[in-house]
């Protein structure tokens, strides 16, 4: 079962969030915040990470790049989501590193298909996320 962190500081979309994962066979945790984040991933590195952008201490990005130097955090599917839909900040997260930006708030179909679109073409994955 592939292993998935929720990373927000909204109790409201890390439960959505967590319905839709487990609704998809996903072993979810949370972390409220990128601290939280960073420790959770540093006992133990999920396959996919599901970031808030805005958050206190830490911003998404800042875990974000803090995750992709960790080891093992190379391989982590990383979907970065954020309230916004300007094209540079889409931009930026992209070469920041992450595989895929979600807009919030999201429903638990655009979840799933963009989950699907990240396995397309990665082997096995591709079962994982259909």
């Known amino acids: ?11 409201v979309v890390r439960m959505v969030a967590r319905r839709v994962l487990e ?4 072993a ?6 990128g601290q939280q984040a960073i420790a959770a991933c540093t006992q133990s590195m999920p396959g996919l990470v599901l970031l808030g952008w805005e958050m206190p201490g830490m911003s998404g990005i800042d875990v ?12 982590v599917r990383i979907v970065l989501c954020a309230a916004e839909t ?15 930006y979600v807009m919030k708030p999201f429903d638990g179909q655009i ?6 679109l990240l396995g397309t ?9 259909a």
Not at 23 to 26: Q, T
Not at 111 to 116: E, I, M
Request: glycine share 12%; aromatic share 2%; proline share 3%.
């Open 1 to 11: 079962m592939l292993a998935c962190l929720v990373v927000d500081d909204s109790k």
């Open 23 to 26: 609704g998809m066979g996903l």
């Open 28 to 33: 979810v945790d949370e972390a409220s915040d």
């Open 64 to 75: 974000l790049r803090a995750l992709r130097a960790a080891p093992g955090g190379a391989a």
């Open 86 to 100: 300007d094209p540079e900040r889409v931009r930026q997260c992209l070469e920041a590193g992450a595989d895929e």
């Open 111 to 116: 979840l799933r298909t963009k989950l699907a």
């Open 121 to 129: 073409g990665h082997g096995a994955t591709t079962a994982r996320f």
